[in-house]
T-cell receptor, first 114, second 116 residues
């Protein structure tokens, strides 16, 4: 499979716990994005990496959220002290040039905070 | 303001009918990109088409066609002879700034149900 992969696909956690999600982009793609999608809404941008550098973060990304992309390959998104409002689908996407070629999305990680 | 509006929240049609999904966008930039994505029940966003702001040619791909009209800031999507497998949520999206992050701005989506 040469698409974007994400792990886990589903995560149920209790409020206050920390969770970490992983994204493996398409191998030659230098751009990596995290988006969040809540029920009935379109995805919203969270953060963007070009290679290993995190170049942009949305104001939606509170200080409880941190993302990394060591060595410019896979990326992790960690949420500390989860809250019920964090329940959502977390989508990862990758591209070479999103405008010219489109952005390719993974299957998402559905987070439920109890 | 950079915004995408999909006014139709839900559409339900009978198989083989034609259906058009509307998309209106707002951006101050003269150069931008527009997209349509399909999200089936499995949840994965599937890229359907990309259009840049300088190319107003309509496009047809099988049963799918797209009508880009810069004068009305619209990028509508038509499915001809719809099939049950077309049932999904469809998102229109905009990259309003081609430099930098090239982040997508999505509409709220249109849930399309094709009934047999």
């Amino acid at each position: 499979d040469t698409g974007v992969s994400q792990d886990p696909r589903h995560k149920i956690t209790k409020r206050g716990q920390n969770v970490t999600f992983r994204c493996d982009p398409i191998s030659e793609h230098n751009r990596l994005y995290w988006y969040r999608q809540t029920l009935g809404q379109g995805p919203e941008f969270l953060t963007y990496f070009q290679n290993e550098a995190q170049l942009e973060k949305s104001r939606l990304l509170s200080d409880r959220f941190s993302a990394e992309r060591p060595k410019g390959s896979f990326s992790t998104l960690e949420i500390q002290r989860t809250e019920q409002g964090d329940s959502a689908m977390y989508l990862c996407a990758s591209s070479l040039d999103a405008g010219r070629e489109g952005c390719y999305f993974g299957p998402g990680t559905r987070l439920t905070v109890l | 303001a950079q915004k995408v509006t999909q006014a139709q929240t839900e559409i339900s049609v009978v198989e083989k009918e034609d259906v058009t999904l509307d998309c209106v966008y707002e951006t101050r930039d003269t150069t931008y990109y527009l997209f349509w994505y399909k999200q089936p029940p499995s949840g994965e966003l599937v890229f359907l088409i990309r259009r840049n702001s300088f190319d107003e040619q309509n496009e047809i791909s099988g049963r799918y066609s797209w009508n880009f009209q810069k004068s009305t800031s619209s990028f509508n999507f038509t499915i001809t002879a719809s099939q049950v497998v077309d049932s999904a949520v469809y998102f229109c999206a905009l990259i309003p700034v081609i430099q930098g992050a090239q982040k997508l701005v999505f509409g709220q989506g249109t849930r399309l149900t094709i009934n047999p």
